[in-house]
Structure formats: structure tokens, C-alpha cells
């Protein structure tokens, strides 16, 4: 609605884990950027000026706040705030409860192409309407129509280092593709269009990388989970793709009046990520080694770096998210059929590893309650790194384990 007013025993050669063990290094020393040893979730990036430090706040405050229909609450929706769906370990977090944390997406064919099915609610259907505050309400929360081909849960992402990931310049992300590697690692960027740029750019937030920035991640999910309209984001969600009934459609006010996309994209950009959960051990290292001997980190890169920034504490820093922001396919088993952008229904974004072990669920459908379970449904691409893992021994696995229990 229009915003209103108010057993393999791995033998590892001697190069294997040194990227990781002198990241760890340099982090352990006083040196290293500070918040690689803080254990509190939802802080503000160490380094920020005043005025920086009172945008966070002013963000916090707009991501933490519940909507109401006065305020524009859309006649659909699946939440009422930001972080009803992020707050695992802190407001900014992944979702908590996978059942009421979950939206879904659809998607189908349509005279031989691929189709969001906005006609019919698409491409995400909100679970939730404003009869649960208003019985007069006719409007019924949305449902899976019978001809969505393509059905897809997604959890939502955590945000803790968002700024970080957005600052990683596009040339830092397509240099980790390597179509000469071993497995068969093909990691390719998700291209998508940036209407407020005006160019294609590398696509690094979303399970399918469908976004560039912070700002369209943001005015997305504003319409999509609250159905408030803003400036790039400006048709109404309609129910089950109908007409919104007499009386219950948009006002004529301006969308998104307070401007809280901007105070969404303040808050994320701003937010420090996660710290080290637990000690760097001797076994926690022996599993980091593991980790990359089994080639794990040929999509878990370790590290990528940010470019020069507006926001000082934002530029030329290292950025230990495990990640190489690129999309892969994933096999059948984790395959969605979901098109976005230049994502195909096999491929999803490698997901961020560090803050790991502060997320209840995993997978882009919360299928997942461990990291074991998570690497066993890997496919794809990422089959060789599988069966190596399937194949460690118990010592060696729990190494493995223990390293990202760290993260």
C-alpha cells in the first residue's frame, strides 16, 4: 500500500589453509579490524562518525518499528516489520522461525517462457491479510495457485555486514570465477540492471544475487513482505493478482512519505558483521585446513576486499564473509526452478558463511538444521566438495565442524 503519514583421512599438502590461517592471524593481532573479535550482534560498524552513528540509530528504529494499515501496511503482506523476519542473534539477524519466517515464491511457464505469475499473485505470494486485524476485511491472505510450475520457500538472509558486501567493488567478484577449475566450479555473476545507476552491475544480496544495492534490496522487500510502495518499487501488491476490493485500496499519498527505504538501507549498510563466535583452537584450525583442502573454499572464498568508500569504515577493508558472491548450480535436489535475473532455477548465490553458527536454519529454504545436513544436500558444482566430505573420517569431520562452529 502507498506509504501515509505517520572415512578419508585428508592428507593436506603444506600450502593448504595458509590464506585462511594468516587471515585469522592478522585478525587476532591489535591490528585487524576490530570486529573480528566482537561477539555482539547488531552493532554499528566500528569507525563511524557522529552523523554516521545517528543514521544507524535513526535505521534501527524505522527496521525495528511494526506497521499498521494507517501507516500503510499493505491489504496483503507477511510481516509487519523488518525484524519481525530478522532476528536471529540480533535485529538485523536471519529468520528465527522458519515457519512464520518463510515466504514464498512462485514461478511458471507462460506461452514458452518463463513468468513471475503476476497475474495470479506472483512472484511472491504474501501469507498474511489485514483480516487478522479487521474481520470486515475481504481480502484472504494468498495461497500457491494450481498453475505455479515452480514453488519455491525462502528464509530470510542475515544482514550483519551488508555495507561491507555492497562495497566489494564488481571487478573483486568476477575475478573469483576460474573456468579452468579442477571441479568444474563455474561461478558467474547474476548481471542484473540498476534503474537508479542506470547500468549493469554484479548482483551480491538475494539467494539468486537478484540485487546490486542496498537501497533496491531494501524498497523490494518493503513491497513484497509489507506491500508499501516506494519510489522504485511502485505498483501495488495486488491479492492473488485481483483487484484490491472498494475501500481497501492505496491512498493518494506519496509512497514511502518518511522515507524509510532510506533509513532500511542506513541500518544495513551501517551494521557491523559478525564476529568470531568461539576461540581459534588448534582443532578449529586443523578444520579450516580441512576445509580448504577439500576445496570448499573454491566458492567459500575466505576473503574479498571493498574499495574506496563515502563511509570511511566501509573502505579498502578485507571482507571475511566466505563467499564468492557468485551463482552456481546446485543440483536437483536444491534446485528451485525460480528464474531471477540471470539466475537460472538450478543456481543460488553462495551463501556468506561467517555468522554461521548464530543461524538456527539453513539453505535457502531452512530445509537444513546443521551444517552437515546442509553439505550433504550440495550437488552441482559443489558434488566433488560433497563426496570429499562424505568420505572424511570422524576426526577429520569434526575438525571440519568446528572450524565453522567458529564463524
Request: charged share 20%.
Amino acid at each position: 500500500m502507498n506509504r501515509r503519514t505517520a572415512t578419508l583421512s585428508v592428507v593436506l599438502p603444506a600450502s593448504a589453509g595458509l590464506l585462511i590461517a594468516a587471515a585469522w592471524r592478522v585478525g587476532a593481532q591489535s591490528g585487524g579490524p576490530p570486529w573480528q573479535t566482537t561477539l555482539i550482534l547488531g552493532q554499528p560498524l566500528p569507525g563511524l562518525s557522529d552523523s554516521e552513528k545517528d543514521r544507524f540509530a535513526a535505521g534501527l528504529a524505522a527496521f525495528a518499528k511494526t506497521e499498521t494499515r494507517d501507516e500503510g501496511l499493505g491489504v496483503v503482506f507477511n510481516g509487519t516489520s523488518c525484524g519481525e523476519c530478522h532476528r536471529a542473534g540480533a535485529v538485523g539477524g536471519a529468520a528465527l522461525d522458519v515457519q512464520t519466517a518463510r515466504a514464498t515464491r512462485i514461478g511458471g511457464i507462460v506461452r514458452n517462457g518463463y513468468s513471475d505469475l503476476p497475474q495470479l499473485g506472483g512472484p511472491v505470494l504474501q501469507a498474511r491479510s489485514l483480516r487478522e486485524f479487521d474481520t470486515s476485511c475481504p481480502v484472504l491472505p494468498e495461497v500457491v495457485p494450481p498453475q505455479a510450475a515452480f514453488v519455491s520457500h525462502r528464509i530470510t538472509t542475515p544482514l550483519f555486514g551488508a555495507g561491507l558486501i555492497e562495497a566489494i567493488p564488481d571487478s573483486e567478484i568476477l575475478a573469483q570465477s576460474n573456468p579452468c577449475d579442477p571441479d568444474g566450479v563455474r561461478g558467474v555473476p547474476n548481471i542484473v540492471y540498476n534503474p537508479e545507476t542506470k547500468r549493469s552491475e554484479v548482483g551480491r544480496f538475494g539467494w539468486k544475487a537478484q540485487h546490486s544495492s542496498l537501497h533496491l534490496f531494501a524498497g523490494d522487500a518493503y513491497l513484497n513482505e509489507m506491500g508499501i510502495t516506494s519510489a522504485n518499487f511502485p505498483d501495488e501488491s495486488l491479492p492473488q493478482g485481483r483487484p484490491i476490493p472498494p475501500g481497501w485500496a492505496a491512498t493518494a499519498h506519496p509512497e514511502d512519505e518518511d522515507g524509510d527505504v532510506e533509513k532500511f538501507t542506513d541500518f544495513m549498510r551501517l551494521l557491523a558483521p559478525p564476529g568470531r563466535r568461539l576461540p581459534i583452537t588448534p582443532l578449529a584450525q586443523q578444520g579450516a585446513r580441512i576445509f580448504e583442502a577439500i576445496r570448499c573454499t573454491a566458492c567459500h572464498a575466505p576473503e574479498l576486499h571493498t574499495g574506496p568508500n563515502a563511509v570511511a569504515a566501509l573502505a579498502n577493508q578485507p571482507v571475511r564473509l566466505y563467499s564468492d558472491l557468485l551463482l552456481h548450480r546446485m543440483g536437483p535436489a536444491l534446485a528451485d526452478g525460480i528464474r531471477q535475473g540471470q539466475a537460472q532455477g538450478d543456481q543460488f548465490r553462495t551463501a556468506p558463511l561467517w555468522g554461521l553458527s548464530r543461524r538456527p536454519f539453513l539453505l535457502h529454504d531452512g530445509r537444513a538444521g546443521n551444517p552437515a545436513d546442509a553439505i550433504a544436500l550440495h550437488g552441482g558444482e559443489s558434488a566433488p566438495a560433497r563426496s570429499r566430505f562424505l568420505r572424511l573420517g570422524q576426526a577429520d569431520r569434526a575438525a571440519l565442524l568446528t572450524f565453522l562452529s567458529t564463524l
